[in-house]
């Protein structure tokens, strides 16, 4: 490892806030660029035993750590040692994706008479915000106070007309938080300057509540609260239909094990659930994993409709922190959202905001240990 690495975890691993420039990258164009002459920071929000590392790149949390039954504290979330690592990332671990997240069918929709042709990046279709979503780009810190009753970050990004191909400038804001005893809020928004456009963001971070280092989440029990979900073709692109998940491996209405049924599946979960609770803004619950190993307990609420359930199925000999290893089901993500590829399904809710209007997502992660 080079020099210059060492100093920075180093310095990282004693809590100072390193910031190193950011190089253009070939592509990077467009009104404002992405990248200039930006600065990538490490920050930090802790309060009691619970702490949290995040990035600008992506608006990244880096890591997450809880104690567990016996007290002994690990970090729960999968990740990497230095910021260019999450720079070369491909499994957008721990980021926000957008400008809308998930898959688009073909890298393309039709609103208000205008085909919208998207820069696709999976095949023929479009996932997670295109070859430069918004995972990919550095984020301005408006705001950052890391420790008393309430510590909280600002990430705030700017995203240009014709971005990636979406219409419209739109100004996103991402506010973290430490609210209550060992509780994380995430609040997104984002607001449409100009033009109607899609918008559904989400984050993406990859749990294992075992500890990073663990192994694989097929033992930790999950409970989804929803009774439908919305099936995929091959290159899982939503069909349209919404269906129930009785009879089907998706069902975990009752919690149970996430490995009992996950053989039933080609390569393991990725599938949106369509939330119980309504299509409305209100909070609803989302899930519930617990390890019962650790004794650490996660629950999710949101205002979203729908849930991506992902069981880090790609995820293959991927050398994360301190040179662990992470292979497929190394860990779980629960990506609450809008449905999938939406803005061609007009049964699903819709993801456009119109100009002036402002997209709001709310949510709220509660850790305890299981009893």
Not at 30 to 50: Q, S, T, V
Not at 117 to 136: C, P, R, T, Y
Not at 231 to 242: A, E, K
Request: hydrophobic fraction near 35%; charged fraction near 20%.
């Amino acid at each position: 490892m080079a020099k210059i690495s060492l100093l920075f975890l180093a310095l990282v691993a004693f809590g100072f806030v390193v910031h190193v420039s950011v190089a253009a990258k070939d592509h990077d164009k467009g009104p404002g660029k992405r990248f200039d002459d930006k600065k990538i920071g490490i920050y930090e929000l802790k309060k009691g035993n619970m702490s949290l590392k995040f990035t600008n790149w992506g608006a990244t949390i880096i890591s997450v750590f809880l104690p567990d039954k016996n007290g002994k504290i690990d970090d729960v979330v999968l990740g990497y040692d230095s910021v260019d690592d999450y720079k070369n990332d491909t499994v957008y671990f721990g980021a926000i994706v957008g400008r809308v997240a998930n898959r688009i069918g073909g890298a393309q929709f039709k609103l208000n008479g205008t085909v919208y042709k998207l820069v696709a990046n999976e095949g023929k279709n479009m996932l997670h915000g295109g070859k430069i979503g918004f995972s990919d780009v550095v984020w301005n810190v408006k705001k950052h106070k890391n420790e008393g009753p309430a510590p909280y970050i600002v990430f705030e990004y700017h995203s240009f007309d014709g971005e990636e191909g979406f219409p419209g400038n739109l100004h996103v804001r991402v506010t973290y938080a430490l609210s209550g005893d060992n509780q994380l809020t995430v609040k997104m928004k984002a607001k449409a300057e100009n033009k109607a456009t899609p918008v559904n963001l989400a984050q993406h971070t990859y749990w294992n509540l075992g500890g990073h280092t663990s192994g694989d989440i097929l033992s930790e029990e999950i409970q989804i609260f929803a009774s439908n979900y919305t099936p995929v073709d091959s290159d899982l692109i939503p069909t349209g239909q919404i269906v129930t998940v009785k009879g089907t491996p998706f069902d975990f209405l009752n919690s149970h094990a996430i490995g009992d049924y996950i053989n039933k599946l080609p390569k393991g979960y990725d599938i949106n659930y369509a939330l119980d609770g309504g299509k409305g803004k209100n909070m609803k619950v989302v899930a519930i994993v617990i390890d019962k190993k650790s004794g650490r307990k996660m629950e999710l609420t949101t205002n979203a409709p729908g849930v991506q359930f992902y069981t880090g199925n790609l995820l293959k000999e991927v050398k994360g922190k301190g040179g662990f290893i992470y292979r497929a089901h190394a860990a779980l993500c629960l990506e609450t959202q809008h449905f999938p590829d939406s803005v061609n399904h007009p049964n699903f809710p819709s993801t456009i905001i119109a100009p002036g209007k402002t997209y709001k997502h709310i949510m709220v992660y509660k850790f305890s240990i299981s009893s």
